[in-house]
């Protein structure tokens, strides 16, 4: 029989001998949430936390919460430094030696990172800007179309030849002064006006329309309208073999390495820049006959440089950004979409003239009480549609309204409904299929079809007035300390704002400490919040071209209230509708995402039949191509494995894994960062953001430890593959810095040991230190190992790092392969 194992604990304090201390429900609580450790300080100095239903302890003062969480502190710091001896291997003469032969291998804050970015280069080119930066298009709603972008550049403009390469020397890299140039003007002004003629002549958009007609697909889209990356290529080599004449490169061989170069940039991730020196390098530039008649050699290599970046920015980019709309997926993924402009307008035609004739988009009607701000529609690409995201600008005032508006709607949702905890309610789930003896489980996975749009508006007003009837006509808004989440130099504790009732729950995460200000408070009557929230569900604006529209259906998504707003409205549809499921099942819910598990297969079947019905009344319907399940002669796609939020779910055996990446890792990194610091640093703070360990999927109720080990290996893989590529677009020369490379991977494989390490020793309070220190070689074997086989794949780092492969390990105890070279750094 199914039951929940989150229990709803009422908690009482007791006076013995006229001291109040904590019931045993509030101290068992804390030993689970915090350690053994915290409650027995809370005990010690007399510490009164009181509880709430969703596992967050009011602290009596302000003063107190501070303490406490310095102690906290103190026990993390504690359990790291224990760690850290663990991970500390008694010194050996290697090593001693190593030490003494390696000094210059630590690194330090004020340390300038060792480049030698320019050795072996062409010593003309040095300090010469020649990165150039491929930007996404507008995806603001509309687009301007093919006829309308913006085609004033020198090509279209320029009357000669000569007026061409004088704008290309003068307008290129202005810093750089041309003298002594005379001689080549001629020859290049000649083909220039040749290179003019060719591309006025040339029908780009009646081109691009053949090729994306014609050419078989041969590969898979990642969205369905975008160009793939072979007719791309096909496109523009066309344009260099129709349009660019081939003696302004001299020969062949330049004019390929150009194109190669070009072909670089178009699979270059998004927000990196692609350096020209070294095309420019390579090209042969005694048989560029144009450039001969310049008598210095220094001369001929700057103007070089000035007209490759003309060539790229002035024209190849220009049409690039013309005939395409250059988008993403998703802002996770830096891998760029190519879309052909035609197509990208037709596609918001059908978006505006879709939403008009259902009216979603409703003509404006002036409201002398109050005009909400008009925001703009935002297109994003998605894989068979797109998505509207809505933009808006508000006045301070309007800022500081929404912000009280949105807590009291979270305050509300929360204590309604509760926190999404996947991993609380995944161990339940897991428990209770130990318990119950069932061998079978049923998993029901669905996404809501257009989860913002679909709201209807009055229903969600409705439910908004019904949740808010118990409340007083006027609330109170007290200042709350709560831990600060970045508290280096702002002190430990932040304040902010929530709504005082005993009806409203307060919007902190499970195991947060908070203490109550009594300073500041304000008086907020229900009724002004309700009109806010009436007003931006029913008369939010949206303009497109010259038109102001009020949003007639649905809620708009982009905005500060719609994630809460969508929450509210499903919370309560399913609550409503498939509360009968509740009886021998549980629901896990994460924005539009919903799994059913239960041991019922008749109850399973029976939701699954709800998914594809929908709940009309509520206009709630879920997508057919993402609804995944395990039940066996069903309309529906028969899977054992279900991927939910992020997870690969086996139906089996419950066991949750990270999913597995399609995307290649160069795009899943950001290469951009709001300090200025060094290669090294980044690649440091780059490597210590591991992808794929969770608390999930590390807890020893819910995965194996042979899965774990799994996870571990797939894991540590991917973060060898994510070292690959940031050593390689970081440094210039890594031969040069691979011992300061090394010192940084040493540094993060340990900090990923203890990192596993904590949250297993969360579940297993009893770990020895023998098993820790097993568990520590375990993981730091796998992490090297890793790095080894994807070195040694490659062909730079392959031949770089091959000692390191080589020497790897000659005793079996010894866990660092570089360990023999490179110094223990203690951290």
């Known amino acids: 029989m199914w039951y929940n194992l989150a229990c709803v604990f009422i908690f009482t304090y007791t006076n013995i001998k006229g001291t109040l201390v904590m019931d045993n429900y509030t101290l068992q609580s804390i030993k689970e949430i915090f350690g053994i450790d915290f409650q027995q300080y809370c005990e010690h100095h ?30 993390k ?26 000094k210059k291998c630590k690194i330090t804050k004020k340390e300038e990172p060792v480049t030698c970015k320019n050795i072996g280069r062409n010593s003309f080119l040095t300090d010469l800007e020649l990165h150039i930066n491929l930007y996404d298009t507008s995806s603001i709603l509309p687009t301007l179309t093919i006829h309308r972008v913006s085609s004033d550049y020198i090509l279209n403009t320029a009357n000669t030849g000569n007026e061409i390469y004088e704008y290309i020397l003068k307008e290129t890299m202005k810093n750089i002064d041309i003298v002594n140039y005379e001689t080549s003007i001629p020859l290049i002004s000649t083909l220039l006006n040749q290179f003019q003629k060719r591309h006025k002549r040339f029908h780009y958009s009646s081109v691009l329309k053949e090729i994306t007609e014609k050419q078989a697909l041969n590969q898979k889209l990642k969205c369905k309208y975008e160009v793939p990356l072979k007719q791309l290529k096909s496109f523009f080599d066309l344009i260099f073999a129709k349009v660019v004449p081939l003696a302004i490169f001299g ?52 103007i070089l440089a000035k007209f490759i970046k003309w060539f790229f920015n002035g024209y190849l980019l220009k049409i690039l950004r013309i005939q395409f709309h250059i988008t993403t997926l998703s802002a996770t993924n830096n891998e760029r979409i190519y879309v052909a402009r035609p197509n990208w307008c037709c596609i918001q035609d059908k978006f505006i003239k879709k939403k008009i004739f259902s009216n979603c988009l409703q003509p404006d009607i002036k409201c002398n009480e109050w005009n909400p701000p008009i925001g703009t529609y935002k297109l994003c690409a998605k894989i068979s549609n797109v998505r509207p995201i809505f933009l808006s ?26 926190l999404t905890d996947f991993q609380k309610t995944w161990k339940s ?29 009055a229903h969600l007003y409705d439910i908004i007035m ?129 799994l059913y598990a239960t041991d019922n297969e008749i109850l399973a079947k029976e939701f699954l039949q709800l998914i594809k019905k929908g709940i009309p009344r509520f206009n709630c319907y879920f997508k057919e191509l993402k609804t995944q399940s395990n ?96 050593i390689k677009e970081l ?51 796998i992490l090297w190992r890793s790095y080894e086989r994807i070195f040694r794949r490659d062909k730079i780092l392959g031949k770089i790092f091959k000692k390191i492969s080589h020497k790897k390990s000659k005793s079996h105890s010894n866990i660092l392969p570089v360990s023999c070279y490179y110094p223990n750094i203690q951290i």
Request: some cysteine.
């Open 46 to 75: 007399k510490i009164i936390l009181k509880k709430d239903k969703y596992d967050t302890f009011m602290v009596p003062n302000v003063s107190t919460l501070a303490e406490c969480i310095d102690a906290l502190d103190g026990f």
């Open 731 to 781: 440094f210039d020369d890594i031969e040069h810095n691979v011992q300061d490379i090394i010192v940084i991977i040493k540094i993060t494989n340990k900090k990923v040991a203890r990192y596993v390490m904590k949250i297993l020793l969360r579940y297993e309070e009893k770990m020895s230190d023998l098993d820790m220190c097993t568990w520590n070689k375990k993981i730091l074997h």
């Open 429 to 457: 789930i897991v428990q209770c299929k130990y318990n119950s003896g069932s061998k079978n489980f049923y998993l029901v996975s669905c996404d809501v079809m257009d989860a913002f749009g679909s709201i209807i508006q």
């Open 251 to 302: 020969k062949l061989k330049n004019l390929k390495k150009v194109k190669k170069a070009m072909y670089q940039l178009l699979i270059t991730p998004r927000f990196k820049s692609l350096d020209l020196t070294s095309l420019i390098e390579k090209l042969d530039i005694y048989s560029i006959t144009w450039l001969n008649n310049i008598p210095i050699l220094k001369t001929q290599w700057l």
């Open 631 to 726: 039940i066996i002669n069903t309309s529906s796609t028969f899977t054992n494995s279900i991927n939910y939020i992020g997870y690969k779910i086996n139906c089996d055996t419950l066991e949750v894994e990270p999913k597995d990446l399609s995307t290649h890792m160069r795009y899943l990194i950001s290469f951009s960062s709001k300090n200025n610091i060094t290669p090294l640093e980044l690649f440091r703070k780059r490597l210590c953001n591991v992808i794929g360990l969770s608390k999930v999927v590390l807890d020893r109720t819910i995965n194996s430890k042979a899965t774990i080990i799994k996870i571990l290996q797939k894991t540590c893989l991917m973060q060898a593959k994510r070292a690959q590529v940031l």
């Open 77 to 102: 710091l504690k359990i790291d430094n224990e760690l850290k001896q663990i991970q500390k291997r008694k010194s050996s003469l290697k090593n001693q030696r190593a030490k003494r032969s390696h």
């Open 393 to 418: 600008e508000y006045q301070e005032v309007e800022k500081k309204d929404l912000q009280t508006v949105f807590t009291f709607l979270r305050q509300l949702q929360i204590t309604e409904y509760g």
């Open 466 to 594: 019904l949740l808010c009837k118990k409340l007083p006509k006027v609330l109170v808004i007290n200042t709350y300390a709560v831990k600060s989440e970045k508290y280096k130099g702002d002190g430990t504790l932040c304040y902010k704002q929530y709504f005082t009732d005993a009806n409203l729950q307060l919007p902190l995460p499970p195991g947060s400490l908070y203490a109550c200000t009594h300073s500041n408070s304000l008086r907020i009557r229900k009724g002004w919040l309700l009109e806010k929230i009436r007003k931006y569900i029913f008369y939010q604006r949206v303009k497109i071209r010259e038109k102001t529209y009020i949003i007639g259906k649905g809620i708009v998504q982009g905005t500060m209230l719609s994630p809460v707003l969508s929450d509210i409205y499903y919370n309560y549809v399913l609550q409503k509708h498939i509360s009968s499921f509740l009886h021998c099942g549980e629901i896990v819910r994460y924005i539009d995402d919903i």
